[in-house]
């Protein structure tokens, strides 16, 4: 299952991602062939769909162990103490992505309610944008709690490495 969701994530940020480069480079030679049609929704687009694509990266960088932190400080330290501040990571980043789940859900279900738009040509529906945060932290917090439980039963202290069986 877990091979899946991976697949399928890559997949769809690949997709935005040259999505947004298409979009971005249209406007950019259709700009020099005429100036009769008007791109520039072109780039408020590009820009709504490279941030979902950024916003999807970030469940699997927490897959893949890419996120930012004290990694040098963490490693100098006995298997043990490695394993309890992994646990206290993944505990404090668990909480941390379920309230940015929470108000990015409300902060996006209050742009529906209102109906809010861009204020460009395109007039974009702002809910869709805003609703990136929630997507993205609730697929982050399953991850979170996926790595938190292997730390916690599934942990092999001589390798310092979490093993789920199917990995």
Known sequence: MLGVWDRLERWLIGLLGGAGLIIY??????????????????EELTIYVIIWSAFLTASLLVR????????????MMRPERQRWVEIANCAIALGFCLGLTWYGWLVAYDSFDLGERSNTALGFPLWVYYAALPVSAALMSMRYARRLWQFCFAFDPTTMEVHSGRE
């Open 25 to 42: 480079l249209t406007q950019i030679v259709g700009r020099y062939l005429t100036t009769s049609v008007d791109f520039s929704v072109a």
């Open 64 to 75: 893949e162990d890419g996120h930012v932190r004290a990694d040098l400080l963490l490693r």
